[in-house]
């Protein structure tokens, strides 16, 4: 396998986003465009070979984040965006016409993900939690120390959260996908997905108030 | 809920690894749907013809030994149950992940009791139905018969499905096990002479929950969609 290029883990960001989560504020950036991917495999389904192309570049950045993070290992994200992509690919035949396919990507790349765990190939997580390459050296040094301790304390929490809550959590604030599209990856109802999340904010925004407070006293 | 940004898109993704998926998936051409629904029909077309034949081979429908619109109402009802039950945990409506699971839970437990509470609503305007007393084998015989008539829609049923459900396999196969189950009901229904509530109860939905428990096996073997080992 060739080696990845240096990702960015960064950890300002990611602890941005789990602060304004917790803080129950949307964010203005917007969603990347879903419809193109369900055309593009329309059209793929279709007989339109080239359009397997686009299916990938809609959906393989989102994908392989989701993986990475969850794998924290590049190759193993790698292989099981592979798996995923060849999996839609087989099903091809059988895609509905008007089926969204953003939760079907996610749900595949889910399933693959715990059968690998189940398997007992979960990789073990380097002794930070970070990914093992690719740190994003870029802020001050200080900014960044701080950033990574919330992300540190953000991680433990959502560890020792329910899987359930975290699966909820993790695919609508990290992954983007609405709570409708959750619930599919989950099978589980809309309500169920949004009581679940609920517990994970608030659990977070619990945990990240206290880290906060002793910060303010320090 | 507001939703957020994806933030995985931050995440680079190795430049030749668009070229190898790509590649691989150019190494194992896969037909487009067109194809697809063809060999679909083919194998629903395939499924259905082993009830049929077989209830062909039977001498067709029989109506001796009860009213024929006993029969008649009996089987259009659990015709209805079997087309419901089968466009309830079959068909995935507009999602590539099928129905919500409750809805294959609610398929696999209400099939069997749909099939039975039609069966005693039937009987209470035909009573003279209930002075049948059939022999165990009777059952048994009933038992099988409707097994093997479920056994082509089950087949058939399972390809449409096959490594397709990524989220909840065993109910998904759980409800097309009743499902087929529906169909072999019908089946019997058809060819029985027997009307009591006990045959109907012992030699006709039991084999629709037996069909059930068998979707659970086919729903973790075949339907469940698996990463490779």
Redesign the interface.
Known sequence: M?A??P??F?PV??VR?FV??AAG???S????PRAEADVAMERY???D?AS??VV??ML???????L??QTRQ?ARA?D????T???M????????P????T??AF??A???LV??IR?GKREVLSEDGELDAGRDHGPMADEVAQARELATEVQRVLARLPHSQRAAFEL????????AEA???????VAAV?LR?HRAYEALRGALGDVSAEGTKS | ??????????????????A???A???A?P????????R??AVALAAGFAVPVALSLYLGGPTFRARPVPYVVALAVAWLGVALAATLGGVT??????GR???VHFLVAAVTPVALLATALLTSTAWPETQDDHPVAAAHAICVAVTLVCALGPLGAFAV?RR??D???PRLTGAAIGAASGGWGAVVIELHCTHASTVHVLLGHVLPVVLLTLIGVLVGDRVVA?????
């Open positions: 060739v990845a290029a990702t960015a960064a960001g990611a986003s304004a989560a504020r949307g964010t950036v917007s969603v990347p389904a279709a007989g070979d397997f192309g990938y570049d393989a950045p989102r994908l392989y984040g989701y990475l993070r590049r790698e099981l965006l592979q798996q992509l060849l999996h690919h087989r099903a091809r035949a059988s895609f509905i008007g089926a969204e396919v939760p079907w749900a595949i889910r399933r693959l059968d690998g398997r609508i604030k990290n992954e983007g996908l609405s709570v619930a599919q990856v989950l099978g589980t109802t949004k999340a | 809920m507001t939703t957020s940004p994806p933030s995985s898109g931050s995440s680079p993704l190795p430049a030749e690894l668009r190898r998926i790509l691989a998936a150019s194992s896969v037909p487009s749907r067109a194809v697809g629904r060999r679909q995935r409506g507009r999602s590539m992940l919500p699971a409750f449409l490594h397709s990524p989220v909840a969609l698996r990463g490779a080992a």
